[in-house]
């Protein structure tokens, strides 16, 4: 989840407004006792290119890069020493090396007392356990992000002074239990660490309402059951527990959050069915309970109650019985992915009432979900192309239905062509009859289409004549009935009337690069710096494979 990304965002509009403001004004030169400390802190550090202009001779140290004072009293409040992320980095890999810090933390970050901003994420620290002094930052702190770098050891309780505050400390190797936070933390990253236990300690026992709005704990080795005390945790906007060993249900008790936008469960070992309790959640955007072992039907009332979804991500569980017809109620629903489950009956010929899949528009490229400290952005793990791609930026863009390996029978409905606008549509494995609609062309914006080991009727695609798919970004000749299996370079490398041979039981183009790549380079067309630019965008396009 790219939370990080808008609150960086709104920081940078914040000093640019408050510079703009401020010109021709008088402004303070930095405290001395502070000037001092960025100087010791800045000899604990290797690396510090991007500090050149840190020395004794320059006074003001308000000046400095990366320094950021209150305009008042000259005090030095944000630290923005963060790297630019892995993506951005690699296509400017040398003088992003130059710019990593490394070295060690130095205890002169104590004599900051008005420090309420620090970013030290994606550098290059010594892979040693983070002192003990370090912690006591967090009680005065607004925001801390120390991600993506090689900090060890175990995270001790995290306590705050102030009324609010943003911990990110992903992509570390911290290890041991979760630790406790204060009721005003509302920000708390904790993904892709080692940690381990259950959540217990952490979620129960509270007597206050905490504060927290996101948590994020995916890809740690967390295990036990999800404790049900989730009532004293309603101001939760968003719930990513991916990638760890959890057992057991789902927790009736997370029908307590009514506030929740983002509901992620991925990859565990979850059984049992949906607890009924969630019709309370009437604010759900996202529900990922894929690669688990869940079972029984899929609720009715998810199309009734939970009208706001725009993805659903069941696959590879347990479900069964029909897909109910009132998933067709879901007017905003862009990506509905029930594979690899025992579902059996039709396809829902009302299908076409998913109108969100209908618009050829192109949506927000981002599911953004608000919070106290601004917008974060979601991320979902998809099947295209034959590997699982972990989208964010390009997400609000894909339109796609998936409901292969299966048990469904029947015809595919002719309302299925009336979602004009799904770039992806997937039906293989199932035992669906009848022939292909002969309107499928009317889809013009399908780039991704997988009907095979079906029992459809005919001669399937061969059947239609090249008009069909007039519009659209399918073309080249169908594959034959039989199973020989060609070797990728020269299905690639053929030739056919001008256009490149492909398989027709799998076609995709490259939509999520180009969008990704726009989306970084349309913003720094206009901006006069590129390095403040690059260190201020968050974009995340990994593979992962189950």
């Known amino acids: 989840m790219d939370f990080v990304a808008i609150y960086l965002l709104m920081l940078l509009c914040l000093n640019i407004f408050t510079n703009s403001f401020s010109k021709g004004i008088p402004q303070p030169s930095c405290i001395k006792s502070e000037r001092q400390a960025l100087l010791k802190i800045k000899q604990q550090l290797k690396n510090s290119n991007m500090l050149d202009n840190w020395m004794a001779r320059n006074e003001d140290c308000c000046k400095w890069v990366r320094v950021f004072c209150n305009t008042v009293t000259g005090h030095v409040t944000e630290l923005q020493l963060g790297n630019s992320n892995d993506t951005i980095a690699s296509s400017r890999s040398k003088k992003a090396e130059s710019l990593k810090l490394g070295g060690k933390l130095s205890s002169a970050l104590l004599d900051l007392k008005h420090l309420s901003y620090l970013d030290l994420s994606n550098n290059d620290f010594d892979p040693t356990q983070i002192p003990d002094w370090f912690w006591n930052l967090t009680s005065h702190l ?114 307590a959050l009514t506030s929740l936008e983002s509901l992620h469960l991925r990859n565990n070992h979850l059984e049992g069915e949906i607890p009924d309790s969630l019709t309370n959640c009437t604010q759900l955007l996202t529900l990922d309970f894929a690669a688990n072992h869940l079972s029984g039907e899929i609720p009715p009332w998810m199309g009734e109650r939970l009208s706001k979804l725009i993805i659903i991500s069941f696959q590879s569980n347990r479900f069964h019985g029909h897909v109910p017809d009132q998933i067709c109620g879901l007017s905003s629903l862009q990506i509905l992915d029930l594979s690899h489950n025992n579902l059996s009956g039709n396809i829902p010929s009302c299908i076409n009432n998913l109108t969100a899949m209908i618009s050829r528009k192109m949506s927000c490229s981002k599911i953004s979900y608000n919070t106290s400290k601004g917008c974060f952005f979601d991320n979902m793990a998809l099947m295209m192309k034959g590997a699982v791609l972990d989208y964010s930026n390009t997400l609000g863009l894909i339109k796609l239905v998936d409901l292969s390996d299966n048990n469904l029978s029947g015809e595919i409905p002719t309302e299925m062509t009336m979602l004009t606008g799904l770039l992806s549509l997937n039906l293989s494995k199932n035992h669906l009859v009848g022939k292909i609609p002969s309107n499928i062309g009317a889809i013009k914006t399908l780039e991704c289409v997988d009907l095979s080991e079906n029992n459809l009727s005919g001669t399937q695609l061969q059947s239609f004549s090249a008009s069909s798919f007039l519009g659209t970004k399918l073309y080249g000749p169908p594959l034959s009935t039989s199973k020989t299996q060609v070797p990728a370079s020269k299905i690639v490398g053929e030739q056919v009337d001008n256009r490149t041979q492909v398989d027709w039981n799998f076609i995709c183009m490259e939509f999520g690069f180009w969008c990704g790549f726009l989306c970084v380079a349309c913003p720094l067309l206009f901006t006069n710096s590129w390095d403040a630019s690059i260190f201020r965008i968050l974009t995340k396009l990994k593979i992962k494979h189950f």
């Open 142 to 255: 607004q925001y801390l992000n120390i991600s993506g770098n090689k900090f060890q050891g175990k995270i001790p309780d995290l306590l705050t002074n102030q009324a609010s505050l943003v911990l990110d400390l992903s992509f570390n190797n911290f290890t041991g239990s979760l630790p406790g936070i204060s009721l005003n933390v509302t920000v708390l990253d904790l993904s892709n660490n080692v940690l381990s236990g259950s959540m217990s300690q952490f979620l129960c026992y509270k007597e206050h309402q905490m504060k927290l709005e996101v948590l994020n704990l995916e890809g740690n080795h967390l295990s036990g059951e999800i404790p049900d005390c989730w009532e004293k945790w309603r101001s939760l906007v968003a719930i990513e527990l991916c990638n760890n060993n959890f057992s057991g249900g789902i927790p009736s008790s997370m029908g």
